[in-house]
């Protein structure tokens, strides 16, 4: 297990060691976030890199990552907790048979920790010899207004209450790690219980840095291209425009295509990867792609007669 780091520097620092690119910004929130305590609302548009955060903080500090991947009707029984009602039965089928009478001392039995499942947010809480685990709430917008009403007494006192055996609380309070691509608002009172973060689409020479590190198979002038290309789609009037994840798995499937340099009948062949929709596709294809590519390679060309 590794210390919090000291100070914004180390952070950064610390986020490069496990290839995550961050600039400033970023690594002051999060550096906030570990050393007072206090969980990390990560909001922007998906494929921006805010899961990944959590990832790259378990694999540096050396903590376990707990992630609980949110979804339309989740509930307590999948998130936090839930009995094993058909080990409970058992064992009051062995108590009958075993002529057991006492009502009080079986209801304490089949309801202790030994028939209790243990779900994420639960996990987060119990105590672990590498330290507090990361708990990652994963995409946060996709429950309802009642799981988030939940979520409160969770991230203000890191403590669940089972009725059935009282308060469970943490011995010492997980790194906790909650992203939101915005396709709704979160209720203010839970975000009053973190520290906020806008994650936003990285600029072209940050990208291409990224590029490098996740991708660095790829032809440094293909890779310059692909940034290039991806920030003008970023300008324009898209469906769905597309994230990091999107170009490096671009320039991934361009190299494996053996393709060194970006031309219209490569990126009408693998727009499949970089866009997710057909009328975003429709509308880039052919002769849109062409005449980004020309502003694309007179970009680059001017670029590297500069340097």
Known sequence: MINIPENVEDTLELLSSGNYVSDRSLSTAVYLSLKLGRPLFLEGEAGVGKTEIAKVLSETLGRRLVRLQCYEGLDVASAVYEWNYSAQMIEIRMAEAEGLSDRDRLGDDIFSDKF?????????LDPSADGPPVLLIDELDRTDEAFEAYLLEVLSDFQITIPEIGTVRADEPPIVIITSNRTREIHDALKRRCFYYWVDYPDAERELEILNLKAPQADARLSRQVVEFVQRLRAMDLFKVPGIAETIDWASALHQ???????????????????????????????????????????????????
């Open 116 to 124: 209790l499942i243990h779900r994420p947010l639960l996990q987060a």
């Open 257 to 307: 295509l053996d393709i060194i340099e970006l031309t219209p009948d490569a990126i009408d062949d693998t727009l499949g990867v970089l866009l997710k929709y057909q009328d975003d596709i429709a509308k880039i294809r052919g002769s849109e792609a062409a005449k980004i590519l020309d502003e694309v390679k007179n970009e680059v060309a001017l670029a590297q007669a500069a340097n």
